[in-house]
């Protein structure tokens, strides 16, 4: 059986030596001609090399003239090489709702100035352009084309029989139709369905009412967010701030304008601002800025920007997919952010209110995402919050809330992790106790379900409907916490660091990629999991991956001058992602991170800072840190050598044991280390080039069993009964048992041995084993107008209206039996805001689940679907479940909406 096989990386795996700078230069001062052209590099590979002042890539050059100003000549190539093929489609109310995903219409566009127009396009029915391309022929700046869509069936649809059913079976009703709008590939297109609506720029227009919809765009139109400044020079006062100097003057550059850029992200109410386009308080940008060195810069605003994520005594879920909490729970990272503010300031006022903080937050989420039988929490990936960008296209984000996923596990442990060092530190014993066993049991749920022995790190995440499967794709924040936070043993860190793919750029937020997404999550870069890869690196010893990974977070930063958000995986260029930021909060802490945290080698503790220095050869010399403020001590450092063993360390001229300061230490103070000029640690790294996987299979169910399209590039497929691998096939069918419960998946399988994500679940259900009952039936059904739902009506559900709503049931025969609601959501986008609903479910008197009724569309009120399911034993018999609202535990991150729309319960029997 193939599988995405670790031998397929091992084959391509290296180590890489890196070279020692020849020349040490002085700090500050501008190196000499004939130094930087005959000085080494400090790594190099095809694409760039990063020198002691410059970084050199294809043609551009960033140079370091000081300490304190740069210049560059990078300019992004984004439209230079565009195709002239156009990749699109068409989508009403911005969903992906016109053909299956990944069939598109195909047009190419040669005319240049004088522009190009599709033919009429007809809704749900493909275009293919034959046309072919010439090898060496890119579509031209400016160009302008006109895209025409004829409507006049789907209006059709709407005046005989009121809805239109789309390619899925989905029903688009008249009174929910707000407009139609073109999706793609080639800017000013994007990929980006859920957001559609906020590109008006792309809406489709019909000013005669003839229902023939056209549209002209400038295709490839040059745009100032493909360039760059040309010039840095340090403008602001950061005279306060510790001072750096190293024998390298672009790493003292690029700490210098990294501060500058701290400061520019502070607003006038002592908050962080998360980027130059991004204003306010975002609750895992800030934890992340804050871990990674915002706690020691700037505590005070670190606290008041923590505190602006505090709603009721509880900390706020960002708004996101499906409304956010609990669909995403990754909220809980404020807690490693709190304390790392503690360590640095031993602040005991903010230990016991951020302590009490966290515990009524990891309350409610232990009644709303924890998994007894996985010890897994629910929840989409850590910061991950564009679905598409990391799932499937079939999840919704009831699908995405029953997933569980590596990042948000490690956060969470490493949150109960917190929360019990707090309680000890308050001698609350049993708090203390309570939060260590929690942790343990998410630890081993996560070394028990998301381990890959055959490839020797994390899997992205459990996923499913009733049963769960493994991704095994790489997911690189998740894969750096877990060596950091201690949820891998020591071998497994060392295997992580080893076996995780990087790829020429960087390490990528997910890899393999996923096919037809544009880069962002997907296919991209961010320089704040760079920076935790880069100290999962050095906690391991690795550093061979250690000085690569400097050199990522080190190229875009100088030749773009500034810390950007992102940057595509597959090229290393800023210009491409679908948003993108200058001075992005966590992206200058990651930055910043690396002079602290590697070179210096920071660890701070609850009474205590601890020197674990780690200087990679390349970045050898005497390293200076003055002014550095802890707690109620000044410190000067100076760092002699290179390794991560230390020779000797002294404070004040004395031998400091065990190479620790003590939380008390009060004035000014010089500590001198001597490494020991020697690594102890592997090196191994798995470099790989950019990949992408198979696409998703298309599966459906038919009288003789399973059947799907072939997938381009897929050499055999493997089968899936209630997430458990059963067979596999090079025929794109497959037959299945009607007689008892299944839910079937299909994986393509390339040549290579990679994978695609998981078919949606194919449900069989036998005769008389799901029971239906119409909760009109138990309660009175609503007034409003909406459509699509069955028997007589629906159920309203809100905080004011049936916060109680018992169901009698009556089971056949004794099982295993999910229970799930169907409901509507109308109250917000798929893809953003904080109106997701929660329900508690009981059995008489016993709590048996949450439920999450995510949003599924604004205003669309008559689109129907399901609510995750609970999945329980019952006896055969009468039954007395009830679904209620209960405080604080149902409320969501809005606070007054929390309302849906029921339309039946379900009991499957599932085994």
Not at 98 to 108: I, V
Not at 327 to 337: K, Q
Not at 550 to 562: E, G, M, N, Q, S
Request: glycine share 8%; with cysteine; hydrophobic share 35%.
């Amino acid at each position: 059986m193939l599988y995405f096989m670790k031998n397929v990386f091992d084959n391509l795996k290296i180590s890489i030596l890196v070279s020692s700078c020849l020349g040490v230069l002085a700090c500050c001062q501008p190196p000499q001609e004939s130094d930087r052209t005959q000085g080494q590099p400090l790594w190099s590979s095809t694409e760039y090399a990063i020198y002691p002042d410059r970084v050199v890539q294809e043609g551009f050059d960033a140079q370091a003239i000081s300490g304190t100003e740069m210049t560059s000549s990078y300019q992004s190539q984004a439209n230079k090489y565009v195709s002239p093929r156009i990749d699109f489609k068409f989508s009403i109310n911005g969903k992906d709702n016109e053909m299956p995903s990944g069939q598109d219409h195909h047009f190419s566009c040669f005319a240049g100035e004088s522009g190009c127009q599709t033919p009429l396009i007809k809704f749900g029915q493909q275009f293919k352009d034959t046309t072919q391309v010439p090898a060496g022929t890119y579509l031209e700046q400016n160009t302008p084309l006109t895209i025409r869509l004829d409507m006049r069936h789907v209006f059709d649809a709407f005046s005989k029989q009121g809805f239109y059913r789309t390619h899925s079976g989905e029903k688009i009703y008249e009174e929910d139709f707000k407009g139609v709008y073109v999706a793609g590939g080639t800017a000013p297109m994007v990929w980006d369905f859920d957001n559609l609506a906020n590109f008006p720029q792309l809406e489709m227009k019909d000013p005669d009412g003839d229902r023939i919809y056209e549209l002209t765009l400038p295709m490839n139109a040059p745009d100032q967010k493909k360039s760059t400044a040309v010039h840095w020079k340090l403008s602001s006062d950061i005279s306060s701030l510790p001072r750096y100097s190293s024998p390298y003057p672009l790493v003292n550059a690029l700490y210098n304008m990294s501060l500058e850029e701290m400061l520019l992200d502070i607003e006038a109410d002592s908050t962080f601002r998360t980027g130059k386009e991004w204003a306010g308080v975002w609750t895992r940008d800030i934890s992340y800025s804050i871990i990674l060195g915002m706690a020691n810069l700037q505590p005070r605003v670190s606290q008041n920007s923590l505190m602006r994520k505090v709603k009721g005594g509880r900390i706020i879920q960002d708004t996101g997919t499906g409304g956010a909490y609990p669909v995403s729970t990754d909220r809980i990272v404020w807690a490693l952010a709190a304390w790392e503010i503690y360590k640095a300031t031993g602040d005991e006022d903010w230990l016991a209110q951020s302590y009490q903080i966290i515990k009524n937050s990891l309350e409610d989420d232990f009644r709303n995402a924890y998994n007894p039988e996985t010890g897994l929490v629910k929840g989409e990936s850590s910061f991950l919050d564009w679905r598409e960008q990391t799932y499937p296209d079939w999840m919704q984000p009831v699908d995405i809330y029953e997933s569980e996923t590596l990042g948000t596990n490690a956060v969470h442990y490493g949150a109960n992790k917190v929360l019990a060092q707090m309680a000890a530190a308050m001698r609350v014993d049993i708090t203390a106790a309570k939060h260590e066993a929690v942790a343990a049991k998410i630890k081993e749920g996560m070394n028990k379900h998301l381990w890959q022995d055959d490839k020797g790190y994390y899997g992205q995440y459990l996923y499913g409907r009733n049963f769960k499967t493994l991704s095994p794709r790489a997911e690189a924040l998740g894969e750096a916490l877990s060596v950091l936070f201690d949820v891998a043993d020591a071998s497994r860190q060392q295997q992580i660091v080893e076996n995780t793919p990087v790829t020429e750029w960087g390490i990528p937020c997910i890899y393999p990629q996923i096919p037809n997404i544009p880069p962002y999550h997907n296919n991209g870069v961010w320089p704040f999991v760079q920076a935790f890869w880069s100290l999962a690196a050095a906690k391991t010893g690795n550093e061979a991956a250690l000085t690569e990974s400097l050199a990522a977070i080190y190229r875009p930063a100088a030749l773009f001058l500034t810390n950007k958000e992102n940057f595509v995986a597959s090229t290393g260029d800023f210009a491409g992602t679908q948003i993108n930021s200058d001075r992005q909060l966590w992206s200058v802490a990651g930055n910043i991170g690396m002079v602290y945290k590697v070179f210096f080698g920071m660890d701070f503790q609850a009474d205590q800072l601890r020197f674990a220095p780690f200087v990679p050869q390349a970045y050898k010399g005497r390293h200076q840190l003055s002014n550095f403020r802890y707690r109620n001590a000044v410190l000067d450092i100076e760092l002699e050598g290179w390794g991560n063993s230390i020779r000797s360390i002294t404070l004040d001229g004395k031998e400091l044991p065990d190479a620790t300061i003590t939380g008390n230490l009060e004035g000014v103070h010089q500590i001198r280390i001597i490494l020991a000029d020697k690594v102890s640690g592997q090196s191994g790294i798995n470099k790989q080039t950019h990949y992408v996987s198979p696409e998703v299979p298309k599966v459906t169910l038919a009288a003789d069993g399973l059947s799907w399209r072939p997938v381009s590039g897929a050499v055999q497929y493997l089968v899936l009964k209630n997430g458990k691998r059963i067979t596999q096939t090079t025929s794109n069918q497959s037959a299945v048992s009607k007689d008892v419960y299944g839910e079937y998946q299909v994986i393509a399988v390339d040549q290579q041995g990679v994978e695609s994500f998981a078919s949606e679940p194919v449900e069989v259900v036998p005769v008389n084993t799901r029971l239906v009952y119409e909760l009109e039936t138990v309660t009175g059904k609503a007034a409003q107008p909406y459509k699509g739902f069955s028997g007589e009506g629906f159920v309203e559900v809100s905080k004011n209206k049936n916060r109680q709503l018992p169901m009698s049931i009556t089971i056949p025969e004794d099982g295993l039996y999910a229970i799930d609601f169907r409901y509507a959501n109308g109250n917000g986008p798929i893809n953003t805001e904080n109106k997701a609903a929660i329900r508690t479910l009981k059995q008489g008197n016993e709590v048996i689940g949450t439920l999450v009724l995510p949003q599924r569309g604004t205003n669309e009120w008559s689109d129907w679907g399901f609510t995750n399911a609970v999945v329980v034993p019952l006896k055969k018999g009468t039954h007395t479940l009830s679904l209620t609202f209960e405080e604080p535990y149902n409320e969501n991150m809005n606070g007054e909406v929390n309302e849906a729309m029921l339309d039946y319960l379900r009991l499957t029997k599932l085994k």
